[in-house]
T-cell receptor
Framework: GENVEQHPSTLSVQEGDSAVIKCTYS??????FPWYKQELGKRPQLIID?????GEKKDQRIAVTLNKTAKHFSLHITETQPEDSAVYFC????????????FGDGTTLTVKP | NAGVTQTPKFQVLKTGQSMTLQCAQD?????MSWYRQDPGMGLRLIHY???????DQGEVPNGYNVSRSTTEDFPLRLLSAAPSQTSVYFC??????????FGPGTRLTVT
């Protein structure tokens, strides 16, 4: 099955700094690369995703970059704010994996005011 | 649209009891999945389904059964509850395996 690793497991930044989280995966058939945000006590929610025919996607302060050759993709958050504090998960997969997604172990981001 | 709904929100079981966690979605999604999330951990796939009548095992299927008789519903059955099954359970649905929409979760405690 898919082997997914996320780094770092915890990340603490000052408000206004940037944060980068990296996700590596093993299944070269994966064609969908999402990032989910989970606030304390809440359900995970998609914040940004990218498909395999695109190298980068940006949505205001967040961006995702993909390197299919090296089998990794990264979440970039600029100008971090305290409300960005949460756990972030990657879950590479897509329609080639019969709906079976493997989630990374998560990165706990803390933004200090 | 209600999205993905789950019942109950909270449940306490005694060891050996059985129960069914309910999950329903109104988005006409083909794909549905059950995950468990232990404290401070990621989401582990229990069972998933790519359409009515089709189910398959995920990473941690032991002790759980599923069925998918309709597109909308995907119940998860605990056969004989054990303390190791204490966790938060999330149901999710997606179209074609892309963005997953999660339910609010069921917090289960087994004593």
């Amino acid at each position: 099955g898919e082997n997914v690793e996320q780094h770092p497991s915890t990340l603490s930044v000052q408000e206004g700094d940037s944060a980068v989280i990296k996700c590596t995966y093993s299944d070269s058939a994966s064609n969908y690369f999402p990032w989910y945000k989970q606030e304390l006590g809440k359900r995970p929610q998609l914040i940004i995703d990218i498909r395999s025919n695109v190298g980068e996607k940006k949505d205001q302060r967040i961006a995702v970059t993909l390197n299919k050759t090296a089998k990794h993709f990264s979440l970039h958050i600029t100008e971090t704010q305290p409300e960005d504090s949460a756990v972030y998960f990657c879950a590479p997969g897509g329609n080639t994996n019969a709906g079976k997604s493997t989630f990374g172990d998560g990165t706990t981001l803390t933004v200090k005011p | 649209n209600a999205g993905v709904t789950q019942t109950p929100k909270f449940q306490v079981l005694k060891t050996g009891q059985s129960m069914t966690l309910q999950c329903a979605q109104d988005m006409n999604h083909e794909y549905m999945s059950w995950y468990r999330q232990d404290p401070g951990m990621g989401l582990r796939l229990i069972h998933y389904s790519v359409g009515a009548g089709i189910t398959d095992q995920g990473e941690v299927p032991n002790g759980y059964n599923v069925s998918r008789s309709t597109t909308e519903d995907f119940p998860l059955r605990l056969l004989s509850a054990a303390p190791s099954q204490t966790s938060v359970y999330f149901c999710a649905s997606s179209s074609q395996g892309y963005e997953q929409y999660f339910g609010p979760g069921t917090r289960l405690t087994v004593t």
